[in-house]
């Protein structure tokens, strides 16, 4: 086994990460949202020139594996062709911003996302992985995906909040982008060079004093496969989406776009009813379920990490699981009740936390491993 390595950069289209099955090119819809026939496309592009399978990644992104190198600039002409690319690598790298998946067409978050996008270039020189979350319409349906500055709507209003702090500038619309673009500034100017995210930055850094608005406000419930008024949410087994299932559905639903989330779900706009093998229902075990990429498709694995979960589902009585094929942890940032972290072709075992904890047992086989976690 490798050792993980923490690459510090997330992989683009432009710029894509080789890892033990071939290229990943990482897709960045705008705002999200694909129309169908963008779907549909970029299902092709998956069949015809990658593994055939389409992973949501916790950014509300899109992601190719397993493409050959010498084919990389035939997707790059595919994804332009679908205008799923951007103009250059630098604003790709740059346009890091996840927006409420349940927001309206044309409501305050989708113009305040095309507000940024076109301000890109005005931010400074940023560590990789620093990213904007907008979640400006009502309840916060954004609390846990990553970002290191967010819009929100908040008690006193619309507001500008720093990730890792409990409060808020207060904005209005017209002034909220150039208040996003004066807090990224104060980051990279105040930071050490080896802070790369807002929450440990703030962690020894004062905000400025302009911050000072309570940010309370309701939080969203949280995003659960089913019908809603806009069309139906589906879940995905490890964000992991077949392209000729996800093609199968869009065309049988007659969906007008897919909007993708940062929990392992997506929303297909006016889908009808219709039978498919992703996740509809909000009490499916499969939802509680964590599983990298693994072996041997990861180079830092020994473990083939999906068949271990589907193997160790059956036994979970409503805990979350999260195998990860080494302690690096991809696919869950947040702690689980069972974790079992790949290590040398064998188990390790942290009970309420993450891959990277102090484990309670070492060198389990999955025999072991199962009958600690218990029987249902
Ligand atoms: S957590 Fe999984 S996908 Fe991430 S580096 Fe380790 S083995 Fe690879």
């Known amino acids: ?219 969203a419930r949280a995003l659960t496969p089913g019908k809603i008024k806009a069309g139906q949410i589906y879940g995905a087994s490890f964000g992991s989406l077949p392209a000729a299932d996800l093609a199968g559905l869009v065309e049988k639903s007659n969906a007008t776009a897919m909007i993708v989330t940062p929990f392992r779900q997506f929303l297909l706009l006016d889908a009808q009813p219709t039978t498919t093998p992703f996740i509809t229902q909000s009490d499916d075990a499969r939802l509680n379920i964590d599983a990298c990429t693994g072996a041997p498709a990861c180079p830092a694995a020994s473990i083939a990490t999906r068949d271990v979960a589907n193997a160790i589902a059956p036994h979970l009585s409503g805990q979350t699981l999260h195998v990860s094929g080494c302690a690096k942890g991809c696919a869950r940032p947040r702690p689980a009740d069972v974790v079992l972290v790949g290590n040398d072709g064998a188990f390790d075992l942290v009970q309420n936390g993450h891959p990277w904890d102090v484990p309670t047992l070492c060198g389990l086989t999955l025999e072991q491993a199962v009958k600690e976690i218990g029987p249902r």
């Open 1 to 219: 086994m490798n050792d993980p390595t923490v690459k510090g950069w997330c992989p683009g289209a432009y710029r894509p990460m080789m890892s033990g099955d071939g290229l990943i090119i990482r897709v960045r819809p705008r705002s999200g949202r694909l129309s169908a026939a963008q779907t549909l496309g970029l299902c092709d592009i998956a069949r015809t020139h990658a593994n055939g399978l389409i992973d949501l990644t916790n950014r509300a992104n899109l992601q190719l594996r397993g493409v050959d190198e010498g084919k990389h600039q035939a997707v790059l002409d595919a994804l332009l062709a679908l205008d799923l690319l951007d103009e250059t690598p630098e604003i790709e790298a740059r346009r890091n911003i996840i927006v409420a998946p349940l927001r309206q067409a044309d409501s305050l978050s989708e113009r305040l996302a095309d507000a940024l996008t076109s301000r890109l270039g005005d931010l400074p020189p940023l560590p990789a992985k620093f990213g904007f979350a907008i979640d400006a319409d009502g309840a916060r349906q954004l609390e846990n995906a990553p970002a290191d500055i967010r819009i929100e709507a908040a008690p006193c209003g619309l507001i500008v909040r720093a990730d890792g702090s409990p409060l808020g500038q207060a904005v209005t619309p017209d002034t909220a982008i150039d208040a996003v673009l004066t807090l990224a500034r104060w980051f990279q100017t105040s930071k050490t060079n080896d802070i790369r995210r807002m929450a440990p930055h703030l962690a020894a850094t004062p905000l400025p004093h302009c911050f000072a608005c309570e940010t309370t406000g309701a939080r």
